[in-house]
């Protein structure tokens, strides 16, 4: 079982940036891939970027170059930091985890970015 807690929503303006934090409490972060996701006003849950246990990376075309994925295995903590805020960014931001072998899947409770024009 693992709980994941996001953290760094907040209201910016277009162009600035912001870090987000998701703490993964429970065993095992290392076998775990780790997943951002952005969910807009009306729209469906989109996979932003995806880290593996090994820190290899994917990132969806609308935020490359932009947003950067990492994780601290140790620190049980997986982080997003976008650059370049635009108005299509705001919304709610999910972590989101998957275990390697098992496929078990664990979502936080989201945290919501704002960006003012």
């Known amino acids: 079982q693992v709980e994941l807690v996001e953290s760094g929503g907040g209201l910016v303006q277009v162009g600035g940036s912001l870090r987000l934090s998701c703490v993964a409490y429970?065993?095992?972060?290392?076998?775990?891939?780790m997943d951002w996701y952005h969910q807009a006003p009306g729209n469906q849950r989109e996979l932003v970027a995806v880290?593996?246990?090994?820190?290899?990376?994917n990132y969806a075309d609308s935020v490359k170059g932009r947003f950067t994925i990492s994780r601290d295995n140790l620190g049980n903590t997986v982080y997003l930091q976008m650059n370049s805020l635009k108005p299509e960014d705001a919304g709610d931001y999910y972590c989101?985890?998957?275990?390697?072998?098992?496929?078990?899947?664990?979502w936080g409770e989201g945290t919501q970015v704002t960006v003012s024009s």
């Open positions: 429970g065993s095992n972060f290392a076998s775990y891939i």
């Open positions: 880290i593996s246990p090994g820190s290899s990376t």
């Open positions: 989101h985890a998957r275990h390697l072998m098992t496929g078990s899947e664990y």
